[in-house]
């Protein structure tokens, strides 16, 4: 049975925290001395459990003091190339985390504008929100931009638009000449893509979206 991944958070219990840190201690100077078997390198290990003054060290509190002073009697550059402390690691982590709010959060606004245009084509109505409206047209100039380089590596030109009447705010009437023809040129535009067989390109209920 594969293991379950453990959340790395402190433990509260404080018999389940003891435990926890003698079982990963003996498992950590485990591995320590398989990497300088396999190896023929030299490994030591110092952990200092939570209010203890003495550490408890692999292999020997002698063979470790020996590696200690080999390390500490390098020259300064190899020493501290793979060097790292606590407020490194944590710094580290930090720069993933936001990284991974900064990509949720895009997904997040990108979802939120599909569901908009998905509304606004439905209904024929804009939303009277100002922020939605201003979410609703970046999606849309990105849409159109991904429509526009798609069109012109297909057909070697940019595409060409022809004049239209503006939108009306409130509704739109789908059966009116004007919007048949933009219809069928999205609909040329949209098939042209198709037919090119690019995994990229999604079509979203109408509209070309590249992933």
């Known amino acids: 049975m594969a293991r379950k991944k453990v959340a790395l958070r402190y433990i509260r219990n404080d018999s389940t925290r003891l435990n926890t840190l003698k079982k990963r201690t ?38 470790a003091m020996a590696i200690l002073s080999r ?15 606590q407020e490194t690691i944590l710094s580290r982590c930090l720069i ?14 990108d979802r939120e504008a599909r569901i908009l245009l998905h509304k606004a084509m439905v209904s024929g109505h804009l939303p009277g929100n100002i922020e939605e409206l201003t979410t609703m047209a970046r999606k849309l100039e990105l849409i159109l931009k991904s429509l526009r380089e798609r069109i012109t590596k297909i057909t070697g030109q940019p595409p060409v638009y022809q004049a ?11 059966g009116s000449p004007m919007y ?20 990229d390109t999604q079509i979203y209920n109408g509209h070309s979206t590249s992933l």
């Open 26 to 63: 003996k498992n950590l100077m485990k591995k320590a001395g398989e990497v300088a078997t396999l190896c023929n390198a030299k490994a030591c290990v110092l952990v200092y459990g939570e209010g203890a003054m003495v550490p408890e060290v692999f292999p020997s509190h002698a063979e």
């Open 71 to 85: 390390f500490e009697s390098m020259p300064e550059v190899p020493q501290l190339k793979k060097k790292m402390d």
């Open 96 to 109: 993933q985390l936001r990284h991974q709010v900064e990509k949720i959060r895009c997904e997040r606004e």
């Open 164 to 174: 239209q009447a503006p939108y009306v705010t409130g509704g739109m009437d789908m």
């Open 180 to 199: 048949q023809a933009l219809r069928q040129q999205q609909e040329g535009w949209l098939d042209m893509a198709r037919s090119q067989g690019n995994p």
